[in-house]
């Protein structure tokens, strides 16, 4: 839902500067109608230095207008291959885009897409369900590649493949519509080999629960009508295999090693429509949806950037009305195919990108230094390109530098290299400091023992206890004090708050307060790793004090009318050593969590399970003895309680809108009124 609106913000936003454009003389000098975005570490999309300028637009190769352009490939020597379903042809461009040649052959029918090798051009035809192969020399027919043998093609599964990808091997991986398995893996001589990437089914809870009802032929029945099959298909001079689905929000491009493992993340920008894919010279990978954005990715699946638009007007240079293909030359150039406007448009990168492409380069081939420099470069650009912090602190990591990486990385939220660098600081102080800590465990250990030795011997520890007990006589603290006991015993301690008075209304409000004071501090101090910052983190915190005002509440009225035994002050005491637990676990673990990376989480979240799970234990007994419920009386008078608050805060909701409407009114009758006497 977040990425839904955010897409929907960015279309109208841009919307907004596109009839601004249209009727502004002053902007027609800016070279792209369009902002570019990229993403925060947060995963919000946010404004940056342009990284691709229109520069032309083709419409007419050799004297043809195109009629309808459906893919675009280009080769290792940046020969730009332009395929047109209508006119059946190949056009092939040189790398200044000037016209060379085009393939044609009688036996071509409705030629959809192209894919080139070294040796050998592939075409992909649609109509005749058939992958005709050209020699790349000759352009000479080679060979036709339609439906395998394989026994599951001759049971019926349809093979319509709409577009490929060829590996160093000569196996072909075909996009075909319709196929729920995934791309159809082919050998070289067109043998059926396997199903390879196939998307997750995203069948709606509902759907899910009904299909243990159903045989297996409503269950296939069902897949055919909700498939995510992939759009389009590419793949990297390493081997790995790119695909696109336009029916998939979440994870929408894919990146498989040869066993079919998706290495992108299950969370990634993306959105709904998402057309093409194709990998450029950097490791970097491009996607463009059908309303108009140019996605550019890095080699984990990370936004570098977003820039375009729907063309909502007129054909204006760099905005695009419904593309269906793009590709890149090794001069980072972009070719996008729009057929609604039956044109190419090229994009060139600005300086800014080059930089970005540039640092990842030196990064990938081992040159740190260049790295660092390159992307110190792109942060004069743009100080706020979390991307660029993030690939100085690797180049720090890299040369030994692991504080100055912990800054960068800190700086965009990265986590993953928070803990990487944390991890080598924590190595290198072990490694100075190992004597010292070594010698502190000792004399703790040996400490304890002769402080034991000389207890039995000198009985030091009772006479001190004896004297620290005129501590307690103060009523406030033994109250404190009191919570140690409560959490040793709870069910009597239960007892003794209801029945004996063992507590103050004084010490329950001061627990409240340490409790407000310990999520605070947890909030700042601990790990950041394990503690997502927020800007919104008070309001949140305001939120639950409210939500606990509320509860008591509601359990106080609940228990009331169901002959519960328990008074509010009995409820709001209780209730307040029934969550002490957090001031027991929560400030060692503060302290601990500063000393872990994310591989030892372990030690953090459990402890904070547990505190759960015993504050939920301490909750549930302490509804039960305070009121005298049985164990499903006390279920009940939760559920009940839950549903009071839900309504009690509704009719908060509603009074609050109402409240603020009215006042609104009574604001604008005395301005309306003081105006109209003024002028008087």
């Not at 069948?203 to 045989?215: G, K, N």
């Not at 039995?456 to 009191?482: C, E, F, M, P, T």
């Amino acid at each position: 839902m977040q990425k839904r609106t955010m897409m929907l913000s960015l279309t109208l936003f841009s919307f907004v500067v596109l009839l601004y454009c249209c009727t502004s003389p002053v902007y027609a000098a800016v070279d792209a109608p369009y902002f570019t975005y990229t993403s925060d570490s947060k995963g919000f999309v946010i404004m940056t230095q342009a990284a691709y300028t229109p520069t032309v637009q083709i419409s007419t190769i050799n004297g043809q207008k195109l009629e309808t352009p459906e893919h675009v490939f280009v080769d290792d020597q940046d020969n730009v291959y332009i395929t047109d379903s209508t006119l059946s042809k190949v056009f092939i461009l040189d790398p200044q885009y000037r016209f060379v040649k085009e393939l044609t052959n009688d036996k071509f029918k409705a030629i959809k897409s192209t894919f080139v090798t070294d040796q050998f051009i592939y075409v992909v035809d649609t109509s005749l369900n058939v992958i005709f192969v050209l020699d790349k020399a000759t352009h000479q027919l080679l060979k036709e590649i339609g439906k395998p043998d394989s026994p599951i093609f001759q049971e019926g599964y349809e093979f319509s493949p709409t577009h490929i990808a060829v590996d160093v091997r000569g196996n072909i991986y075909v996009r075909s519509t319709g196929s729920v398995n995934g791309l159809i893996m082919l050998n070289g001589d067109g043998e059926f080999v396997t199903f390879f990437g196939a998307n997750p089914m995203q069948t709606p809870l509902l759907d899910r629960l009904r299909s243990f009802f159903l045989t297996k032929t409503q269950q296939d029945k069902i897949k055919k009508v909700l498939p995510d099959v992939p759009s389009n298909i590419a793949i990297d001079k390493t081997g790995f295999i790119y695909t696109v689905t336009s029916s998939v929000e979440d994870n929408p491009v894919k990146k498989f090693n040869v066993s079919g493992k998706n290495y992108f993340p299950d969370k990634m920008v993306g959105m709904f429509s998402m057309e093409s894919v194709w990998v450029g010279q950097h490791h970097n990978v491009f996607s463009v949806s059908s309303d108009g954005w140019i996605f550019e990715y890095d080699t984990n699946g990370n936004l570098l950037f977003l820039f375009g638009g729907k063309d909502f007007t007129s054909s204006r240079l760099g905005l695009l009305n419904r593309p269906v293909a793009l590709a890149s030359n090794s001069s980072d150039e972009l070719i996008v195919v729009d057929q609604g406007l039956k044109l190419l448009q090229c994009y060139r990168p600005t300086e800014f990108s080059n930089a970005v492409h540039q640092a990842m380069d030196a990064y990938q081939d081992g040159d740190y230094d260049k790295s660092k420099k390159l992307w110190e470069y792109t942060l004069k650009y743009n100080s706020l390109f979390d991307n660029a912090h993030v690939g100085l602190g690797n180049a720090y990591l890299r040369e030994g530098n692991a504080s100055g990486a912990l800054a960068e990385f800190e700086y965009a939220k990265h986590n993953n290299g928070m803990s990487e660098a944390f991890w080598e600081i924590r190595q290198g102080w072990l490694q100075n400091n190992l004597g010292v800590v070594f010698s502190i465990l000792l004399t703790l250990i040996l400490g304890s023992y002769a402080s034991k030795w000389l207890n039995r011997r000198y009985g030091y520890v009772s006479r001190i206890g004896s004297k620290l007990q005129v501590v307690r006589r103060v009523k406030i603290i033994d109250n404190l004090l009191y919570m140690f006991t409560f959490l040793r015993h709870p069910l009597d301690g239960l007892y003794h708050i209801k029945y004996e008075n063992r507590v103050s209304r004084l010490s329950s409000t001061v627990i409240y307060v340490l409790v407000t004071i310990l999520l605070i501090v947890h909030y700042e101090y601990a790990n950041p790793l394990f503690v997502k910052k927020q800007d919104y983190f008070l309001y949140t915190l305001m939120i639950m004090v409210g939500l606990a005002v509320l509860w008591m509440l509601s359990n106080y009225l609940i228990c009331s009318i169901t002959d519960g035994e328990g008074k509010f002050r009995d409820v709001y005491n209780a209730t307040a050593y029934s969550i002490s637990p957090l001031i027991v676990i929560l400030p060692p673990l503060i302290l601990f969590s500063r000393g872990l990376t994310l591989e030892q989480s372990v030690f953090y979240d459990l402890p904070i399970q547990a505190m759960i799970l015993w504050i939920a234990f301490l909750m549930f007994f302490m509804i039960k003895d305070i009121h005298n419920y049985e164990a499903g009386e006390t279920v009940d008078v939760i559920f009940r309680s839950l549903f009071t608050m839900l309504v009690i805060g509704l009719f908060l909701f509603v009074f609050y809108s109402i409240g603020s409407q009215f006042l609104g009114f009574l604001h604008d009758v005395v301005t309306e009124a003081g105006s109209r006497w003024q002028r008087k």
